[in-house]
Every structure is written in C-alpha cells, then in structure tokens.
C-alpha cells in the first residue's frame, strides 16, 4: 500500500508517519552513502572552511569601516560614529551546513536606518569594494527583486544583500528570528532578510539536523546531476529542496539518510500538487504584512507547486515553476522512486539514484538562445536580465500551446570561447502527449518567441550591442563548446526515455522498439529532405522597434494537414507506452520567407511535429 501524504492538518498538529528508529542496514547505506559523496568531492576541505571563516571576518570589518565613514560623512556627532556599527549573517546552503567546494557565500549586511542602500550601499561600499586588491568580479544588482552585490573576495565568491533596520544603532545580540525586526521595513529589507529568517526557522523545525543535512546534500546532487537544480529556471532551487527534505525529516524524525532519501521519492512522487509543501502553519501575525495565502489571494491558487517557506511573511519559494518543468521534475521523481523501490528489492544500489542526465541526447530538438554584447559590464549586465527571464519562455510556450509542447530548459547557460561575450542558453522540445485520435498538428511559436524577445528588450539599462537570438536546432546541429572538450559524444543505440538519457531504457518497454533502426532511418530521410528544402530557422532580433524599422514582413506558411488511416491508428493504440515513456518526436522547423531587401530581419520559426514518418515506417 502506497504511503498518502497527509493534508497540513489546523491547528498546528503535525503528526509524523512513522516515529521508528533506523535498522542496522539503514545505518550500514547511510554510510555508504556519505563515503559516495565524499568520493564525488560534495565536502569541502578544512582548509577551505578555515578561509571562508577568515572571509567572512574581514567582510565585517570592511562593512563596519563604511558604516562608520557614511555616518561621519553625514555629519553625526562622535558617539554615534562610535556605536555606529554593521552585522554580517549568512544563510543559504553555507548556513544550513550542506555547501560544497567552491560555492558562494550568502550574505545579508544588516545596518542601520540612516545607512540607505542606493546611495551607501550601491554607492560608497560598492567604491570602497572595488579599490580593494583581494576584490574581483565585482558586479552590482541594484534593480533585482532582492537588490544583490556579487563578487570574490580572496577568491571566495561572495552574494551580498542589504537590509537597513529602523534602528538608530544595531545592538550587538541581534536575533533576526523574531518579528519585531520586520517593524517600519521597505520592502526589498523584508526580503532581504527573508533568506536568513527561512534558513534559521529550517534548522529550528527539522527534528534532527545531521540527518537533515545529509539528506540534503544528497538530494541537492541528485537534483544537479539530474539537471533539474535551478529555481531561475522553474526548477528545484537551494530553498526548494531545503523545504521539501525538512518536510519529510518531519514525517519521520527518527529515520537516518537512506531512508529519508528513499522516503523523500515516495512521498512527493504521490502528493497531490498543488497541496502545498508546509513546515508550520501559516499564522497572521501583528504586523499585517501580506503573505502567501490561496483564501486571500486569487493569484497564489494558481501555483502549481507551493513550497512555502516557513518564517513569516511566508510566501512560495517555488513560484517559477511552470506546466512543463513541473512535468519533468514529476518524471524524476518518479524515477527515483522506482531506483528506491529496486534497491528496497537488492535489484541495485542507491548510487544508481545520480547517473548523469545526458541533456543533448534526450532530445531530437532544441531552441537555442544566443545573447552577445559589446564589453564585460554591458554583457555581465545583459545576461543577468536574460536570466531572470529565460523562465518565461517556457511559461509562454505552455500557454500558447496549451501544455502540449513541453519545454526542458538546461539550469545553465554556455560560453562560447571562440566569440568574446557570447552565451548560450538551450531547451530541450517534445511533444507532450499523443492522442490516439490526434492529427499532427503543427506548433507555431513564431509570435511566442517574438513576444519573449519583446518582454527580455523591456530593460531600461540595454545599450547598443545588446542582442538576443533565438534558433531552432536539431540534435545533430548542437554546437560543440557545449560538450566537454569541445568533443561530440558517440550516441548510444540504446532507447532514451521521455526525460532521461539517451541510454536509459523506459519502464515499459515497447514492440515499437524492435522498428526503432526502421524508424530512425526514415526519420533521418525526412529531415535530410526537410533540411534541402529549407535552410535553418536562425534569425537574431533586437527589439520590436528596430524589427519594423527594418521592414519586417510576416512569412506566409501553410502547415500541412495529417490524416491518420486506420492501421496507422492500430500502431499508435499498441504502441502507446512507447509515446507517453520514451518515444522522440520529430520537429521540423516549417519554411519562412524573408523579404528581397537585405535589411530586413528573417521571419520566426514554427515548430512543427511531424509523427506520420513514425506510424508509416510500421505500416
């Protein structure tokens, strides 16, 4: 009998599934599992810690400096240059315990309420930062939600956020925790100090934190080697998966690392999204801030997968989530489950659990995003706003097609070093479902793309240079920096499944395989006639305006139709596992016309599907 998530119960009764204790063989996994990731480097060195300890204490000597200066510099007398002081917090994965080599710092600078953040902060910290030798790569965010400083300090990268308190004078205990420090705040302070709020009420609210962490370091790899690690990009963030682990620590607190982690599949792969995720119950306190509440606001019943952070104002730490990453991270899940179930059985082991997502071989079809600019800060600056976008694309995509076309967006974006400030972003394209009685209808996302350029070009701060392209790629067509030594790996002639690799067999396996070498070959007679009749869908676009400057014409395409006989029919009714568990699509970007004149911009892409090579190779 599988295990029922249970309902957020009133009341603030959180009972948990199981009070057990660990047996012998949970111990003897959760030991193999910590030498595994100690293998795979997920621990940093003592060395390291020790200097990101150092770092984080000459961080607050520096911050302490400029309060004291931008105090005088104001013209306070000389007991309050004297008391005037900043704090320095961390939270995030370093603050939970769970960081690895080489990841940042998050901090927070909380200081006093005549230390404002545009001029002081953004102003004469960022100039006293960037006069400091051991200082690189120092870039400002000012205009983000929560207004950030990135840089490496000794070569520790560090991300700095700034709440200003409504206090004359920080006091020397400061404890974030409690509500009154939320008192007389701006916004972006309130969020600012949300990150430190969050990570501290975790550790409060896991019953056991050694636990905890491991289980979490685990799970945060999982989702990085599976590539579904980036909140930015509708995925799993820190957060995220901080949230969700805790939550299932709760359920069973006395359960070590291997169970959590096995638990941790079997839960969340049958809960009842969009149920939310919830450590503690939502309570209106005194202050009136407004916080995630689907009673009290029409938007948040549109989540589609709340994790909601557990200090107040609580809000969902997964809003980026859209229908089709929600889809794949569903289908991991779902994997992972089945792993657990197999070692549960001793048919495999736990390390099973992180094979590698071979992103490039999942898919027959990608959309490639290009942006360029002219120097460092402007492409710095560029590709900070395209991704805080780039998620957008995908939600655009979805509605547009009405969830049909699902969108895999890769967490990361790829430089390309032949070409100065040039990166690349990629989503992988399937078609979502196929109906028995559904025709191959084409996808046009000609309007969605150029709508997505149009809300990207939206940026107050873009300068001449600043360029965004998107093009349809096939497989074959994937550029090489993308690959690890620049080298294209050998395919595997193995069937990939829906979101897995390319090696990876579906769990129900299909007759339409035994065809698959059929298949491939009249798929690749089609895309050889495909791509002779018509040359890539590439076109690089700046801005509506500049579009019609250049006299852009509309392209005129006629999709074409796809009727379906009745064996046809019979081979899609057989074969239905193979479509809904591993079968590729076959997307044909459709002609477009370009005007005669040489300064007009190419028309957008339309997708298309094209299956009927697929059912006529069995007929």
């Given at each position: 009998m599988g295990i029922q998530p249970p309902a957020n119960p009133p009341g603030g009764q959180w009972e948990p599934?199981?009070?057990?204790?660990?047996?012998?063989?949970?111990?003897?996994?959760?030991?193999?599992?910590?030498?595994?990731?100690?293998?795979?480097?997920?621990?940093?060195?003592?060395?390291?810690?020790?200097?990101?300890?150092?770092?984080?204490?000459?961080?607050?000597?520096?911050?302490?400096?400029?309060?004291?200066?931008?105090?005088?510099?104001?013209?306070?007398?000389?007991?309050?240059?004297?008391?005037?002081?900043?704090?320095?917090?961390?939270?995030?994965?370093?603050?939970?315990?769970?960081?690895?080599?080489?990841?940042?710092?998050?901090?927070?600078?909380?200081?006093?309420?005549?230390?404002?953040?545009?001029e002081d902060f953004f102003g004469e910290l960022h100039r006293m930062l960037g006069e400091m030798p051991e200082v690189e790569d120092l870039h400002p965010v000012p205009g983000a939600n929560v207004p950030i400083m990135k840089f490496k300090f000794d070569g520790i990268s560090i991300d700095l956020l700034y709440a200003k308190l409504a206090v004359w004078v920080i006091p020397e205990e400061l404890d974030l925790s409690v509500d009154s420090v939320l008192q007389d705040l701006d916004a972006k302070s309130v969020l600012s100090l949300n990150g430190c709020r969050v990570t501290d009420a975790i550790l409060r609210l896991v019953p056991h934190v050694r636990n905890f962490q491991t289980t979490l370091r685990c799970i945060r790899y999982w989702?990085?080697?599976?590539?579904?690690?980036?909140?930015?990009?509708?995925?799993?963030?820190?957060?995220?998966?901080?949230?969700?682990v805790a939550r299932v620590c709760q359920l069973y607190p006395n359960a070590v690392a291997s169970f959590l982690v096995s638990r941790f599949f079997k839960v969340y792969s049958q809960w009842k999204w969009p149920n939310p995720v919830m450590l503690c119950p939502n309570e209106e306190r005194y202050l009136g801030l407004p916080f995630w509440d689907p009673r009290r606001n029409v938007r948040d019943g549109r989540d589609l997968m709340p994790v909601i952070t557990p200090a107040y104002p609580y809000s969902n730490s997964s809003y980026?989530?859209?229908?089709?990453?929600?889809?794949?991270?569903?289908?991991?899940?779902?994997?992972?489950?089945?792993?657990?179930?197999?070692?549960e059985g001793s048919k495999t082991d736990l390390i099973s659990l992180f094979d590698p997502f071979h992103f490039f071989s999942a898919y027959k079809n990608y959309l490639q995003i290009d942006i360029t600019a002219r120097n460092h800060d402007d492409f710095m600056s560029w590709k900070g706003r395209v991704d805080s976008r780039l998620r957008l694309l995908t939600m655009k995509v979805d509605r547009d097609t009405h969830?049909?076309?699902q969108?895999?967006?890769?967490?990361?974006?790829?430089?390309?070093?032949?070409?100065?400030?040039?990166?690349?972003?990629?989503?992988?394209?399937?078609?979502?479902?196929?109906?028995?009685?559904?025709?191959?209808?084409?996808?046009?996302?000609?309007?969605?793309?150029?709508?997505?350029?149009?809300?990207?070009?939206?940026?107050?701060?873009?300068?001449?240079?600043?360029?965004?392209?998107?093009?349809?790629?096939?497989?074959?067509?994937?550029?090489?920096?993308?690959?690890?030594?620049?080298?294209?790996?050998?395919?595997?002639?193995?069937?990939?499944?829906?979101?897995?690799?390319?090696?990876?067999?579906?769990?129900?396996?299909?007759?339409?395989?035994?065809?698959?070498?059929?298949?491939?070959?009249k798929r690749k007679a089609d895309e050889s006639d495909t791509?002779?009749?018509?040359?890539?869908?590439?076109?690089?676009?700046?801005?509506?305006?500049?579009?019609?400057?250049?006299?852009?014409?509309?392209?005129?395409?006629q999709p074409s139709e796809y009727s379906l006989t009745a064996l046809q029919e019979q081979v899609i009714r057989n074969c239905s596992s193979l479509f809904n568990n591993g079968g590729e699509e076959d997307l044909n970007a459709a002609p477009f016309s370009t005007p005669a004149s040489t300064s007009a911009i190419p028309q957008k892409p339309v997708i298309k599907f094209n299956f009927t090579s697929l059912v006529q190779a069995n007929s």
């Amino acid at each position: 009998m599988g295990i029922q998530p249970p309902a957020n119960p009133p009341g603030g009764q959180w009972e948990p599934i199981s009070t057990a204790g660990p047996s012998g063989l949970d111990v003897i996994k959760t030991q193999e599992l910590e030498k595994f990731m100690e293998s795979r480097g997920l621990y940093e060195s003592p060395a390291e810690a020790l200097k990101r300890a150092e770092v984080l204490g000459r961080l607050d000597q520096v911050v302490n400096i400029w309060v004291k200066k931008v105090t005088e510099n104001k013209g306070y007398n000389e007991q309050m240059v004297e008391e005037a002081r900043a704090m320095i917090f961390t939270f995030g994965s370093y603050r939970l315990g769970v960081n690895g080599p080489g990841a940042d710092i998050d901090t927070l600078c909380v200081g006093p309420r005549h230390v404002n953040r545009e001029e002081d902060f953004f102003g004469e910290l960022h100039r006293m930062l960037g006069e400091m030798p051991e200082v690189e790569d120092l870039h400002p965010v000012p205009g983000a939600n929560v207004p950030i400083m990135k840089f490496k300090f000794d070569g520790i990268s560090i991300d700095l956020l700034y709440a200003k308190l409504a206090v004359w004078v920080i006091p020397e205990e400061l404890d974030l925790s409690v509500d009154s420090v939320l008192q007389d705040l701006d916004a972006k302070s309130v969020l600012s100090l949300n990150g430190c709020r969050v990570t501290d009420a975790i550790l409060r609210l896991v019953p056991h934190v050694r636990n905890f962490q491991t289980t979490l370091r685990c799970i945060r790899y999982w989702a990085k080697i599976r590539g579904i690690y980036s909140n930015m990009a509708g995925f799993l963030g820190g957060i995220n998966c901080a949230i969700l682990v805790a939550r299932v620590c709760q359920l069973y607190p006395n359960a070590v690392a291997s169970f959590l982690v096995s638990r941790f599949f079997k839960v969340y792969s049958q809960w009842k999204w969009p149920n939310p995720v919830m450590l503690c119950p939502n309570e209106e306190r005194y202050l009136g801030l407004p916080f995630w509440d689907p009673r009290r606001n029409v938007r948040d019943g549109r989540d589609l997968m709340p994790v909601i952070t557990p200090a107040y104002p609580y809000s969902n730490s997964s809003y980026n989530v859209s229908l089709s990453t929600q889809c794949v991270m569903k289908e991991e899940v779902e994997r992972g489950r089945d792993i657990c179930e197999a070692v549960e059985g001793s048919k495999t082991d736990l390390i099973s659990l992180f094979d590698p997502f071979h992103f490039f071989s999942a898919y027959k079809n990608y959309l490639q995003i290009d942006i360029t600019a002219r120097n460092h800060d402007d492409f710095m600056s560029w590709k900070g706003r395209v991704d805080s976008r780039l998620r957008l694309l995908t939600m655009k995509v979805d509605r547009d097609t009405h969830g049909q076309l699902q969108c895999h967006p890769h967490p990361d974006g790829f430089l390309d070093k032949s070409k100065q400030f040039r990166c690349c972003y990629f989503v992988g394209l399937k078609r979502k479902h196929i109906v028995r009685d559904q025709k191959g209808e084409p996808f046009d996302i000609r309007s969605t793309i150029e709508e997505f350029k149009n809300c990207v070009g939206m940026y107050t701060s873009v300068k001449p240079g600043m360029l965004i392209g998107v093009s349809h790629k096939k497989r074959s067509d994937i550029p090489l920096f993308v690959f690890p030594g620049g080298i294209r790996p050998a395919r595997s002639t193995g069937v990939g499944r829906v979101c897995g690799g390319a090696a990876e067999k579906p769990r129900n396996f299909s007759p339409l395989q035994a065809v698959e070498g059929v298949v491939g070959r009249k798929r690749k007679a089609d895309e050889s006639d495909t791509n002779n009749k018509f040359r890539k869908c590439d076109y690089v676009a700046t801005s509506r305006s500049e579009a019609l400057a250049a006299g852009q014409t509309k392209a005129s395409v006629q999709p074409s139709e796809y009727s379906l006989t009745a064996l046809q029919e019979q081979v899609i009714r057989n074969c239905s596992s193979l479509f809904n568990n591993g079968g590729e699509e076959d997307l044909n970007a459709a002609p477009f016309s370009t005007p005669a004149s040489t300064s007009a911009i190419p028309q957008k892409p339309v997708i298309k599907f094209n299956f009927t090579s697929l059912v006529q190779a069995n007929s």
